[in-house]
């Protein structure tokens, strides 16, 4: 029924997007608003034909690999090599149940707002930290409403953040 409409979809801010079991005295759930609202959208493009959910899912993971690229060619200095990275990420045999089953929209979804997150944090690096990464947290806010498992953005930007002032910078002669 939420599924049915654009605007009966925006009712998966105030209910869980699955629940375990209804009657028991507590809930555990998932709460995935964006997820719901996507899957309303690839509804509303084709009705009940999967050809819009498809368009979507595809398409969502044609712009993550882009970011994948844009990321990768920042980290590594490289626009070539960050487009092999991007390459491999784009057409790599784990993704293909993200992207062409309906029910897994959440991972290309959270994937790239993921991935916008983390080049958003490190652009925010390179150029000297000025400020707040407002524009990350910017990008960590739908990816957090796609998929829980994007908690694990803080994690991988820290990791990346330690692993380029003490691992990467040494080999490649930059300063700490």
């Keep these: ?17 699955w629940s375990f079991d209804p009657t ?48 990768a060619a920042r980290l590594l200095g490289s626009p070539l090599v960050g487009l092999g990275v991007a390459l491999l990420f784009a057409m790599h045999p784990t993704h293909v149940e993200s992207v062409a089953w309906v029910s897994a929209i959440n991972d ?15 652009e925010w690096r390179d150029k000297g930290s000025q400020g707040s990464p407002w524009r990350a947290g910017i990008w960590l806010l739908p990816a957090l409403l796609s998929k829980e498992q994007a908690l694990t953005v803080v994690l991988v930007a820290l990791a990346l953040d330690l692993s380029r002032q003490w691992l990467w910078a040494p080999l490649v002669g930059e300063k700490k």
């Design 1 to 17: 029924l939420r599924l049915s409409s654009l605007g009966s979809a925006f009712g998966a801010f105030f209910e869980p997007y």
């Design 108 to 122: 290309p979804l959270y994937g790239l707002f993921a991935l916008l997150a983390l080049d958003a944090f490190v």
């Design 24 to 71: 028991a005295t507590f809930t555990n759930s998932y709460w995935r608003p964006l997820t719901t609202i996507t899957l309303a959208l690839g509804r509303s493009l084709s009705g009940t034909d999967p050809l819009g959910y498809h368009i979507l899912s595809l398409g969502l993971h044609l712009l993550a690999s882009v970011v994948a690229w844009r990321l």
